[in-house]
């Protein structure tokens, strides 16, 4: 079964990682958003991309969310000693990522063919495509005006009230080599429980993205469990949009574009709202706290999506989630 | 005694730090060679600055003669697992300082100042100056072709057979703000024993600083000795221009501009051949091996700028030297 993945940071690289672990490797490709990229210290960083891959190389935080184990922070505290600005942590590993992207980007070389590469030389065996080569950049207007997506996120940590977001260069932009390749030739797409307003959006903007989306057998995982974000700030985005964040309400954020919905246990009282949505529901631990649960995910999405009689699967899904 | 010192790299630092330990910090300023900085990894690298700032302020590796000390190399390290260049070791506090630098430049700062700012966040009191804000390269003409300087001194080890050299931009740059004017104000200059082919020279090459250091009372630090550097390339750069290296080669190289010549002990032999090109000669050991080494020719190069018989004073500083 040859899946698409569309992924942002954290919750997405939990769910893929999950995947790799049941899917040869030439039958996962991710698309990753991009939208995240930022130029800092003359860097260019790509926040999704480096936590998608990190966690599949093994070399991620399990502590943070973002950068690598077994990291140092020499650097960035001795930049900060010389007056550097340090609200964006760099640890000394995760520098070198950024350091020889920049390094190749400059020379000429498209993003892409650097993940590529990258991947060889992190071991890394399934398909990692960044959603573009072009500059797309999330912009958050929010009533402290319109902010670049990682002063948003990490210099304000989120603190200003969200009025909508913008994709910026989207129009302009083409989807990288292979993206619609692999999308047109997938069995199913999976939607990660990322964020739906700043993590896949930007991805489905890209023209000829959401089209090919749209063609596919898709399914999202909803991001928001219990009325929240597992983390991040998409339960705050919702309230801040004037709307209640639900499992249904991510629901009806993807609900042209899916041929199923998988909530968590927790939001089985939801399951009916969802269903005059998108009919096909699978409710089941859709929380990733450990290993085992990103596996058992990864394995029920992928029955979900092989089920003939969807209702049956999430019974059986239930009982298996029940069982552990 | 206001003493200006021309420096280049260690052993420049070497002598300069004695000197930190005998004038008052006001009384010090150091006009530093930038002819070997480059971009590397889109870095602004400036190693001669390096070498000096680190050294003052107490955390120059002491081991390589570059870099800091309690050095970690974890960046490098990845970088080079990812395929990227690994030839100029960059530790990951060193590389805190090229890039904060190359944040700094970037937005329009001179280097004199992020050296000065520099300065303060280290709580280096002297002045240190680079010897232009304009961009000069020392490049290097061999029978590899024209290399920049990094490329033949840290990639090709100084294999490559020399020349001749060329300070690239150096007739369009001007001193850096404050060189002329502490020239000016020096009762001494003082060439340290750095590489007189391209970290001397690419000072003096720069428009107004020869002809302000020639007013002065100017003296040099032989960096050969026995016939050798001490480190680096200079013996073998006088050797390929087809001149034999010693201490009296290096008088010959300055002999225009110097009021006297200070010589390793070692090479007393060569004094009245030094003295048939400059008449004032000072023999002392030169070599700084300890910090004990550093502060003794520091005092000795102060009194022998002081004296009034430099023979005598000769005398003195050569029963001194033989004393330890």
Same mark, same amino acid.
């Given at each position: ?233 998409? /339960? &705050?985005?919702?309230?801040? %949009? =004037?709307? @209640?964040?639900?499992?249904? #309400?991510? *629901? ?54 092989? /089920? &003939?009689?969807?209702?049956? %699967? =999430?019974? @059986?899904?239930?009982?298996? #989630?029940? *069982?552990?």
């Amino acid at each position: 079964m040859r899946i698409v993945a569309l992924a942002g940071g954290v919750g997405g690289a939990k769910l893929v990682h999950g995947l790799t672990q049941i899917l040869r490797p030439q039958d996962l490709t991710v698309i990753v958003n991009t939208g995240d990229d930022f130029q800092h210290l003359g860097l260019h960083v790509s926040p999704d991309l480096d936590t998608i891959c990190y966690t599949l190389a093994g070399i991620a935080s399990r502590k943070t969310g973002w950068g690598r184990d077994a990291e140092t922070w020499n650097a960035i505290t001795e930049l900060q000693r010389l007056g550097g600005p340090g609200w964006f942590r760099l640890g000394d590993r995760d520098l070198a990522t950024h350091l020889e992207r920049t390094r190749r980007l400059s020379s000429g070389e498209p993003l892409s063919q650097v993940v590529r590469e990258f991947c060889q030389a992190w071991g890394i065996e399934q398909t990692i495509l960044p959603m573009t080569d072009s500059a797309v950049r999330t912009i958050v207007h929010s009533d402290q005006g319109d902010l670049e997506f990682q002063t948003y996120f990490v210099e304000r940590q989120c603190q200003p009230r969200v009025q909508g977001f913008e994709f910026r260069g989207a129009e302009r932009a083409l989807p990288a080599p292979g993206v619609l390749e692999c999308l047109g030739r997938a069995d199913a797409v999976v939607l990660c429980p990322s964020n739906p307003w700043v993590s896949i959006a930007p991805i489905l903007s890209i023209p000829g993205i959401r089209a090919a989306v749209l063609k596919g057998k898709t399914i999202a995982v909803s991001p928001i469990i219990g009325g929240k974000a597992v983390r991040g700030p998409a /339960a &705050k985005m919702y309230l801040e %949009l =004037g709307l @209640r964040p639900s499992a249904v #309400a991510v *629901a009806q954020h993807y609900r042209d574009m899916l041929w199923g919905f998988v909530l968590d246990k927790r939001d089985v009282q939801l399951e009916a709202q969802v269903r005059e949505l998108i009919p096909r529901t699978l409710v089941t631990r859709t929380l990733m706290q450990t290993n085992s649960d990103r596996l058992h995910l990864a394995r029920d999405v992928l029955d979900f999506l092989q /089920a &003939k009689e969807h209702d049956n %699967l =999430g019974d @059986r899904a239930r009982k298996a #989630a029940k *069982a552990r």
